[in-house]
T-cell receptor, first 110, second 114 residues
Framework: GEDVEQSLFLSVREGDSSVINCTYT??????LYWYKQEPGAGLQLLTY?????DMKQDQRLTVLLNKKDKHLSLRIADTQTGDSAIYFC??????????FGKGTRLSVIA | DTGVSQDPRHKITKRGQNVTFRCDPI?????LYWYRQTLGQGPEFLTY????????KSRLLSDRFSAERPKGSFSTLEIQRTEQGDSAMYLC????????????FGEGSWLTVV
């Protein structure tokens, strides 16, 4: 089955850019998501990219997909304290349920 | 659109008791998913419905777990004879059911088994 790996922690200073990385094993994934989870809350859909795209930009968020290396990244520009949360990448294909990574805890230092 | 709604948000129960969670998906969303999340982990798939049909169940869904979506709208997840290992957040999600889909999650239902 699909294996999705993320680094567990990332710490950045307020105003800097954050880059959260995700690697996966199943090249058949057709849609790739980034979700944000704040303490005690559910998952908020941030953005997604389809496998036929290399990049997607949405305001402060930039998603890059390297299909050859099976690597997905989320860049947050001008990181704010309100961006502190856990970020999950999730992958799916066709009718298969999403497979999630373990999440990256982003800490933003003021 | 009020989003995916889950109830209750928190439940504390004694080991051996039964619990039931309810999920109301976004209106007109055909697909409804249940996931479980334990501390420090990502969500793990339990089961999903296409309208009222339960199409897939994970091996995580033991025979103590049952999910229904009788009219293709709201869904319930029941856990019988709860065990301490069932303590987790149970997340519901819904989507339109298109081939390239976006899936929206609710706020989750926290279960603590004491």
């Amino acid at each position: 089955g699909e294996d999705v790996e993320q680094s567990l922690f990332l710490s950045v200073r307020e105003g800097d850019s954050s880059v959260i990385n995700c690697t996966y094993t199943d090249s058949s994934s057709t849609y790739l998501y980034w979700y944000k989870q704040e303490p005690g809350a559910g998952l908020q859909l941030l953005t997604y990219i389809f496998s036929n795209m290399d990049m997607k930009q949405d305001q402060r968020l930039t998603v890059l997909l390297n299909k050859k290396d099976k690597h997905l990244s989320l860049r947050i520009a001008d990181t704010q304290t309100g961006d502190s949360a856990i970020y999950f990448c999730a992958l799916g294909a066709g009718n298969t349920p999403l497979v999630f990574g373990k999440g990256t805890r982003l800490s933003v230092i003021a | 659109d009020t989003g995916v709604s889950q109830d209750p948000r928190h439940k504390i129960t004694k080991r051996g008791q039964n619990v039931t969670f309810r999920c109301d998906p976004i209106s007109e969303h055909n697909r409804l998913y249940w996931y479980r999340q334990t501390l420090g982990q990502g969500p793990e798939f339990l089961t999903y419905f296409q309208n009222e049909a339960q199409l897939e169940k994970s091996r995580l869904l033991s025979d103590r777990f049952s999910a229904e979506r009788p009219k293709g709208s709201f869904s319930t997840l029941e856990i019988q004879r709860t065990e301490q290992g069932d303590s987790a957040m149970y997340l519901c999600a819904s989507s339109e059911g298109r081939t390239l889909d976006t899936i929206y999650f609710g706020e989750g239902s926290w279960l603590t088994v004491v």
